[in-house]
């Protein structure tokens, strides 16, 4: 029988995950078999602690608020709006609801019998994983099952050093051809008019031969065929043929094993099927070129800024070859803050070798911020700062302004490369930050024991240093002054703390908006703040107060607070997990849009994206809670 | 008269029916009546002349709507309008599977059971399947009706009653979102959503059993 109606659940249906993965069948049975549920505003679904229901339910149209009673406390959990699913972890944990759900306005819901997908998971593994990890925004432990809430967990994982053996190998999608029945001199000017080094010849979409320059050269240059004869006298046949997936190791040995510079790439790999491009050896060589340490060579052979710009240029294509491939997000922030710091270093020698005379003292260059964390990965603004031995009351003007002026030449360099000046002038240029190792210890004592809201600014930034160039000891001093006064003076890190929860993480999305824990609604969301700054903080927070040494970036941080609090483990996995994943999510941003990638437009958002930035927010929500506790903020604030 | 009736031999799906009907015992608990909300689409607005081309329904029960218990038929055409064609969409020879009125009627008296009722503008869908009954020589219908139309009247201000509220308008100021008007099925699926919708409505202001619903049906007469 014809059902006009389960075919227009049907059709609401198939966008939302995890219906959309589903088969016809398989939807159409549960469309079939849903019952349409109408609620007036404030009408409950279901009570925190009740006996699950037959059903679980996705919200047509209105939104369903998602609450937790605690004593005589009702807490807002959750929104859901139009295609959110909620009520069915009860369902398949056989566990009574943890939370009640109430219409927040007037709502339809769909109400889904839970037997019908329990059939479909079983069979449906795409099913399976998102229903997990939409558990994990409303779970009670939410980080036992971390492993499999987020879904590129494996590409996170894993630690491939040789990466451009595992790149896919690139290749040319329009490969110029001919038929078999074109001449030799016809199919010479198609090369020469495309500007190709090599033709092949197809019959029925599959290639049967390829010309390439060599053959022309031996074959008909020398006199041995005249031009006049048909391509299928000279071409090389069969042709050996790949599928697109091939890695650049594999292309290369193709080309090895068979004497061969060209590759045909088809469909499926086989000679039989659809010709979709061709690879040459020169594809592969300029692959190789663009790889971290060919880039490193390169950028050390450097002989002036051009070479360093052009080199910086070839690093964004790399980063964005990384980003497609879905390379581990730490990995890929390693190799690129690796080659910023060698263009920073080679910027610096340049500099060097323009000073009239050697630096009078020892110094060292400081990297401040993101770079200093090694999390820059899309080119933002410079942040640096310079650190010098301290000298003689009479020698100290010299000195500095010896080093005021390296730092200006070195600043205007980076400017040059692309580094954009910091528009608070956060840079080693700016005489508040070319300082001596005594005046620095002084500064961040002042910051410790004065701390203020602009210096606990000054601290998130030169908090975390790194040193790009020049002298340690400098350095292990300035830190080992650094945790004096923080013993001296704790209630810094309550202070610390307390900034660190000024952006509480957004509570969940809905229709375009966030909810925000003060109801403000922003229709843009700003990642830094919201979600990044948080997990760094919190990071750079806690690593200060085990007073962990060198340890600047915020997973290394995460992992180090794993050996000291393994009661806390989890909460810090859970941390390092969604660190991961915001990071990507902000590279990937930065890159589509051109810019630093801080804030996302909602609306281009697809469900499963929001469910997973969703996820990131609830381990942040945890470390807040966590700071608030251990610095008792409560109070502070 | 009474006699004439004896004599008359009814086929065993009317008799089913109407024992049905009249031993139901649902009508006391407003969670426990099962109601059909239904739309019918015809050739036209003679009821002489034109016929139904298809039934579409779906069940109502404890506040839900069971879209496993719906139900759709499309019927055979006698009577061909083409003006409505662009209405309801439904060609002489489309893709539809088509039976015959009688076949439509015995599947639908067969599912609509002991069910009250529900459509917009109910007298009409009502009247239509009605003078399909009298040609198999049964029928009326002896179902419960209401009507969304008349639901809404009773819940509307005064000066709001002359004025005869289409579905489209309903569905706007309750904000159903709309598709598949003109389907039969769709039709009947708004209907089942507005009903839901006036039904709480009319709970909050009216404390709520069949007979208060059914009196609605009066309304306009007085």
């Known amino acids: ?637 | 008269m009474f006699n004439l009736f004896k004599k008359k031999k009814y086929p065993e799906y009317w008799k089913t029916y109407v024992e049905k009907v009249e031993n139901c015992k649902t009508y006391a608990n407003l969670d426990n009546i099962r109601f059909v909300a239904l739309d019918t689409e015809t050739t036209g607005f003679d009821y002489d002349n034109d016929r139904m081309l298809c039934i579409g329904a779906v069940a109502i029960k404890g506040n839900r709507i069971l879209v496993s218990d719906s139900f759709e038929v499309y019927i055979k055409q006698d009577v061909f309008n083409k003006e409505t064609v662009k209405i309801h969409g439904i060609r002489r020879n489309g893709t539809e599977v088509k039976v015959s009125e009688e076949e439509a009627i015995i599947q639908f008296l067969a599912y609509l059971d002991a069910a009250v009722i529900v459509a917009h503008h109910t007298k009409f869908d009502v009247t239509m399947i009605n003078r399909a009954l009298e040609r198999l020589n049964i029928g009326p219908l002896i179902s419960k009706q209401l009507d969304t139309n008349y639901i809404y009247k009773k819940l509307s201000c005064p000066n709001d009653l002359k004025k005869i509220a289409s579905l489209d308008e309903l569905c706007e100021r309750y904000s159903i979102k709309m598709h598949d008007r003109h389907t039969a099925s769709g039709d009947a699926l708004l209907t089942a959503q507005l009903f839901l919708k006036l039904l709480a409505k009319f709970k909050k202001n009216h404390g709520i059993n069949l007979s208060n619903l059914i009196q609605t049906n009066y309304n306009l007469s007085r």
């Open chain 1, 1 to 637: 029988m014809k059902n006009t109606i389960a075919e227009r659940i049907f059709d609401f249906l198939k966008d939302f995950p995890p219906f959309d993965v589903l088969n016809t069948a398989q939807l159409l049975e549960i469309s079939t078999n849903i019952k349409v549920k109408y609620l007036e505003k404030g009408t409950v679904v279901f009570n925190q602690n009740e006996q699950p229901h037959f059903h679980f339910y996705i919200v047509k149209d209105g939104a369903i608020g998602l609450f937790r009673s605690m004593d005589d406390d009702e807490i807002f959990v959750d929104i859901c709006d139009e295609g959110d699913i909620f009520g069915l972890r009860p369902l398949i944990q056989n566990d009574h609801y943890l939370m009640s759900a109430k219409a927040t306005e007037e709502s339809i819901l769909y109400a889904i019998p839970v037997e019908i997908l329990k059939e479909i998971i079983e069979v449906n593994d795409k099913v399976h994983k998102y229903i997990i990890a939409s558990f994990s925004s409303n779970i009670k432990t939410p980080y036992a099952n971390t492993k499999a809430l987020f879904g590129n967990i494996d590409t996170l994982d894993s630690n491939n050093i040789n990466l451009t053996d595992f790149q896919t190998a690139q290749y040319s999608k329009n490969p110029v051809t001919c038929s078999k029945n074109t001449s030799i001199q016809e199919a010479a000017q198609i090369m020469s008019a495309k500007r190709v080094g090599s033709i092949l010849i197809i019959e029925e979409k599959n290639s049967i031969g390829i010309i390439t320059d060599k053959d022309l050269r031996l074959k008909v240059a020398t006199g041995i065929i005249p031009i006049s004869e048909k391509v299928s006298t000279i071409m090389s046949s069969p042709v050996i043929t790949v599928s697109k997936n091939i890695t650049t190791a594999e292309a290369q040995i193709a080309m090895l094993k068979h004497k061969i510079t060209h590759l045909c790439i088809t469909k499926d790999g086989t000679p039989h099927s659809e010709l979709i491009g061709i690879m040459s050896e020169h594809d592969i060589v300029v692959l190789q070129g663009n790889n971290p340490s060919g880039l490193i060579k390169e950028l050390k052979r450097a002989k002036d800024i051009t070479a360093v710009k052009y080199i910086r240029e070839k690093t964004s294509n790399l980063l964005k070859s990384y980003m497609r491939q879905n390379i581990p997000i730490a990995f890929v922030a390693k190799i690129i803050s690796e080659i910023t710091d060698t263009i920073t270093l080679k910027v610096i020698e340049f500099s060097l070798n323009e000073m009239e005379t050697e630096p009078p003292v020892k110094f060292g260059w400081l990297a401040l911020g993101s770079q200093g964390r090694k999390e820059q990965l899309l080119i933002t603004d410079q942040d640096n700062a310079l650190i010098f031995e301290n000298v003689a009351a009479e020698d100290y003007n010299v000195t500095k302004n010896y080093f005021l002026k390296l730092a200006q030449k070195i600043n205007n360099k980076l400017h040059l490369v692309g580094y954009e000046n910091c528009p608070a002038d956060m840079m080693a240029s700016n005489p508040k930050w070319c300082l001596c190792l005594d005046e620095w210890k002084q500064q961040f004592d002042s910051w410790i024991t004065q701390p203020s809201e602009k210096a606990i600014m000054m601290c998130t930034i030169f908090f975390d240093f790194n040193l790009v160039y020049g002298d340690k000891k400098l350095v292990n001093k300035l830190a080992k002054s650094i945790f004096k006064s923080i013993d001296s003076y704790e209630i810094f890190l309550n202070f610390l703390g307390k900034n660190a929860l000024i952006n509480p993480p957004p509570l969940g999305f809905f229709r375009q908006f966030l909810v925000e824990d003060n109801g403000e609604n922003k229709d843009q969301f700003d990642l830094k703040a919201r979600a990044l700054m948080p997990l760094i903080d919190a990071a750079r927070l806690l690593t200060l107060s085990h007073q962990l040494k060198n340890k600047n970036n915020t997973i290394e941080r995460f992992e180090a607070l794993i050996l000291k609090e393994p009661q806390n483990k989890d909460l810090y996995f859970s941390c390092i997990d969604a660190f991961k994943i915001l990071l990507r999510y902000r590279t990937n941003q930065g890159i589509k849009h051109n810019d630093s990638g801080r804030y996302i437009e909602l609306n281009t958002l697809t469900k499963p994206e929001k469910l997973k930035l969703k996820g990131c927010f609830k381990p942040i929500k945890d470390i807040q809670e966590l700071l608030n506790v251990r610095y008792n903020l409560s109070q502070m604030l």
